[in-house]
């Protein structure tokens, strides 16, 4: 069992910035980060493995940077120029596996209660 603990949520005007966190209670092999939007379904926004290798959605590369300190157990999301899109809440996920992708979450086995994202035009 990982334990996933989101942080650094809150309400920003567009063109701000965020960063998140996760401290997760083990080292998972694959941690990403998806979101969700009141009416929409899940989206992933990033992934990143255990080697440091990383992809982003499209709707968040060049503004969206993951990354994470192994020795911290510690998963960050770098959320620059934000959008009013953008708003949602933000979970963190990982799974074991080799096979790290965005999709499908369902891979994805452990989650976080999740950190609010809001974006103010």
């Known amino acids: 069992q990982v334990r996933l603990v989101e942080s650094g949520g809150g309400s920003v005007q567009a063109g701000g910035s965020l960063r998140l966190s996760c401290a997760a209670s083990?080292?998972?092999?694959?941690m990403g980060w998806f979101r969700q939007a009141p009416g929409k379904e899940r989206e992933g926004v990033a992934i990143?493995?255990?080697?440091?290798?990383?992809r982003h959605a499209d709707s968040v590369k060049g503004r969206f940077t993951i990354s994470r300190d192994n020795a911290k157990n510690t998963l960050y999301l770098q959320m620059n120029n934000l959008k009013p899109e953008d708003t949602a809440m933000y979970y963190c996920?990982?799974?074991?596996?080799?096979?790290?992708?965005?999709?499908?979450?369902?891979?994805?086995?452990?989650w976080g209660q999740g950190t609010q994202v809001t974006v103010s035009s």
């Open positions: 083990t080292r998972p092999y694959c």
């Open positions: 990143i493995d255990g080697y440091g290798s990383a």
């Open positions: 996920a990982a799974h074991p596996w080799v096979e790290c992708s965005i999709s499908p979450s369902t891979r994805f086995v452990y």
